[in-house]
């Protein structure tokens, strides 16, 4: 891989060689930041280039950039309603990058009333700072995502991240959050891979219960394996999920709102924003929420509260500052798991399908007292400084650390055979236990530093980034539990209230632990990573990346550990590829890249002939690779932006244990996904939005530690076919503007969470979860109601194991604005 990205680079080197020997004279790039009459940033802001056809839309820091414009003279005009319009002369020469600053007539507070009250423009979100980390438009990006803003949150009445993500298309989620430290709420499922929200404006930020929606901006969900620019740490080879936070603002405003619902549902929230000195340098802002809610089972409950502040300070143009901290604390029963016990085979069962287990949908078989209290503390730190026209500097430190106590009941599926000691099929008996954490605590420090620029050679623009990495992680966790009885789940049962919280003491009391299991490291990360877009011509740019990552796995913090036991030490690189060619500028792309992830490994190798003890950890990294191509559509000025790709994904050098020898293990595990991906969002009439997603994976084990299951989809797969829909209108007469509403859902077909030659094949039912919102908002208020699950689906997630969902539930909020 190193050789073939080494000759790549100098092929890649040799052609803008001579590319560069014959430049396109007649063109050049206007590049300019729009600012308010206060000097603050002017975002959202529409700029037109007289006389063309070009137009942009300004980025959140005022910034925006018109490209291949024909030598001469221009005028730049940007105006909004009831505000003068801005007219500026421009000259533009070919092969050169001309600067424009331009002020508009109004404060920030009057734009952001006017951005606001303008016209509702979908749900399109068509840039981002943190998928390539520097400023790319959606259509220069090689790179497939997703963005979820504000305006969906808000017509959905969205409460936590779960919820967001059901806007993602080929999401799907395969299990809750468990509240446990380490975990990063709940696991989803991206083409063919588990996948967690575990970062937070593009650097570590784990959240280890149910993820409340309090203090989210908006959710990039970033597809495919990653980690030459966001490392192995927290990242997936099905791809990442960025939670991009609400930052401070110039002045004074804010929120206060206060939601109800189903199941003792109660949420109230605060949103505080506000300058601290005359000269608003000094921006604060606190996000803060208090949540309850229980079940539709005969017991259960989630309750916590967060607290968000955060602090921006602007030196001066060049140097800024952000501050900001996240504190989740909750408390919260069990999640209904329910698993199947070691070489169970599904015939033994009876049945092979979730909806046909004789297991009572609305009971949790457990006591309100066996509770987990959990904890998650996050810093964040960021400085940000402009060293020219063309280049920034940016340093960044993110802290998270996470903390869980106390029960987790969870459960086995018995055959009714293995507990009357006879051969009858059946289901029905379960097997009632628990798996406490101890103290357990989970930290992560991650140090970044950035170098983006922006800049020109020979006539031909580069977007550049460079930059360090270093994640600490530290885990000092303490597993451990028994199994308390085993009760027939249907009709009346005598001791159904006997798991409890007094009763499970006295079991660990008498018969002690039947199982521990520490999970207690330290390991290190240090990294170095570059990328670059480079711009061929006007519309054809090709993107290279590589990383170079270290791993140093310093063993256990004490002696008291079994995992990992022996330190070891692995270096990778990771390299990354893109080419986007635009036969149409800025509406439509034809997009390819190639992608890589890793995993750093343990084991012993699997050679008889030598010294076990002088083969550890005699392996190199699992990686997986992907090759993907696609378009991107962004036509009829923004009304209509789609996407669809083709992806394969294959990942090699699994280590799997060697036959006959479980002492030993070999390298040589594969497993290939690939797929289809597609989204549209749409706004073809005035009031009048929409957004679907439709996803097919097809994933299998070529070579696998055991025989039978080779060929074979994978229990952690998930469903090969997902889809998801939303379409809201709102009513554009005067008298009803601000009134609307949105139907949507989300499909899933079946899924083999169980799925092996020898022991059969289990399956999660098909189903298709349908929501409604109806809304109403004003400049100072908004009211809003939600039905979820209008048609009270019974339905299941899981891998290896199921978890019943959420019956039909309504919500309804009330927030004023001020």
């Known amino acids: 891989m190193i050789r073939f990205s080494f000759i790549l680079a100098l092929l890649l080197s ?48 005022g910034t925006f950039t018109l490209v291949h414009v024909k030598s001469g003279n221009y005028e730049i005009e940007i105006s909004q309603v009831g505000f003068e319009t801005i007219v500026q002369p421009v000259r533009v020469d070919g092969n050169s990058i001309t600067a424009v600053s331009i002020q508009l007539k109004l404060s920030s507070k009057q734009l952001q009333e006017v951005v606001v009250t303008s016209a509702h423009k979908g749900y399109a979100i068509t840039s981002s700072d943190y998928v390539s980390k520097m400023a790319l438009r ?35 989620k395969m299990w809750d959050a468990t509240g446990r430290s380490g975990d990063g709420g709940s696991y989803f499922n991206m083409r063919g891979f588990i996948v967690q929200s575990t970062l937070r404006n593009g650097i570590a930020g784990n959240v280890s219960g149910l993820t409340d929606a309090a203090n989210l901006e908006k959710l990039e969900v970033i597809k495919g394996p990653s980690a030459t620019l966001f490392g192995n740490v927290l990242t997936s080879y099905g791809g990442l999920m960025n939670r991009v936070t609400k930052k401070p603002f110039d002045h004074f405003g804010g929120e206060v709102n206060y939601s109800t619902g189903s199941f003792k549902f109660n949420r109230f929230a605060v949103d505080i924003n506000s300058p601290l000195d005359s000269a608003k340098k000094v921006l604060f802002r606190l996000n803060a929420l208090y949540r309850y809610e229980g079940s539709y089972r005969d017991n259960g409950y989630n309750k916590g509260f967060v ?77 940000n400084y402009t060293m020219s026209n063309s280049w920034k500097s940016q340093t960044t430190v993110s802290a998270t650390n996470s903390y869980s106590d ?34 357990s605590k989970d930290r992560i420090l991650e140090l970044q530093q950035n170098f983006t620029g922006d800049f020109t050679i020979g006539g031909f623009r580069n977007r550049f980034v460079g930059g360090l990495d270093f994640t600490h992680h530290f885990s000092d966790q303490y597993f451990s539990g028994n ?72 063993g256990p913090v004490d002696s008291l550990s079994f995992v990992n036991p022996v330190p070891y030490s692995q270096t990778f690189l990771s390299p990354k590829f893109g080419i986007v060619f635009q036969p149409v500028k800025d509406q439509v792309s034809i997009f390819a890249n190639y992608q890589n992830s ?46 669809i790709s083709l992806y394969q994904i294959k990942v090699k050098d699994v280590i799997r244990p060697m036959a006959g020898n479980p002492n030993f293990s070999v390298q040589d595990g594969t497993q290939v996904s690939k797929g289809v991906d597609a989204e549209i969002m749409a706004n073809p009439i005035e009031g009048l939005s929409l957004m679907a997603g439709v996803s097919y994976n097809d994933s299998k084990y070529e070579k696998a530690t055991e025989e039978d299951i080779e060929g074979l989809r994978p229990g952690t797969a998930g469903s090969p076919w997902v889809a998801n829909w939303w379409i809201s209108y709102r009513f554009q007469c005067p008298k009803l503007k601000g009134l609307g ?56 997630v899981g891998y290896g194991s199921l978890i019943p969902q959420k019956l039909r539930n309504y919500g309804a909020s009330i927030a004023f604005k001020f």
């Open 598 to 643: 890793f995993t750093n490994k343990y084991g012993v190798n699997g050679d008889p002939n030598g010294d076990a003890n002088d083969k550890h950890n005699d392996f190199k990294p699992e990686q997986a690779n992907q090759l993907e191509g696609g378009v991107k559509l962004d036509v009829f000025k923004g009304k209509l932006t789609t996407s």
């Open 741 to 796: 509403a949105g139907f949507g859902g989300n499909y899933a077909s079946d899924n083999k969470i169980i799925n092996s030659k020898s022991l059969g094949y289990f399956i999660l039912p098909e189903y298709t979860v349908l929501n409604a919102s109806v809304f109403y908002d004003q400049p100072k208020f908004r009211v809003s109601v939600k039905l979820d699950n209008l048609t009270n689906e019974k339905y299941w």
């Open 483 to 554: 199994a308390f009885d085993t009760v027939y789940a249907l009709g009346d049962i005598p001791t159904y209230n006997d798991f409890n919280r007094t009763n499970l003491d006295k079991l660990y009391m008498d018969k002690g632990y039947s199982f521990t299991y520490p999970a207690n490291y330290r390991a290190n990360t240090y990294s170095a990573y570059a990328s670059d877009l480079f711009n061929v011509t006007d519309k054809l740019m090709v993107l290279a990346a590589l990383r170079l990552d270290h791993f140093d796995n310093r």
């Open 406 to 439: 106390g029960a987790s009941p969870y459960f086995y599926l018995l055959s009714t055979g293995d507990v009357k000691g006879t051969n009858e099929a059946g289901s029905g008996y379960i097997s009632r236990e628990d798996q406490f954490t101890k103290d």
């Open 14 to 61: 040799a052609a803008f060689s001579v590319l560069a020997n014959d430049p396109d004279d007649g063109f050049g790039t206007i590049k300019g930041r729009v600012t308010t009459v206060d000097g603050h940033p002017a975002a959202s802001v529409t700029v037109v280039l007289k006389g063309t056809k070009k137009a942009v839309v300004t980025e959140e820091n």
């Open 138 to 172: 959606n259509m220069e990006n090689p790179q497939v995502y997703t963005s979820i803003g504000k305006t969906m949150l808000s017509e959905q009445l969205v409460f936590s991240v779960d919820d967001a993500l059901r806007n993602a298309p080929g999401v799907q």
């Open 307 to 383: 607290l968000a502040p955060s602090l921006s300070y602007k030196v001066n143009d060049k140097l800024n500052f952000l501050l900001d901290a996240e504190f989740y604390s909750g408390q919260n029963t069990g999640m209904n798991v329910y698993f199947f016990p070691y070489l169970l085979p599904m015939s033994a069962l009876g049945t092979n399908r979730a909806d046909q287990l004789n297991i009572d949908y609305k009971r949790s078989y457990a006591s309100d007292d066996l509770y987990q209290v959990s904890r998650n503390l996050n810093f964040f730190g960021q400085m």
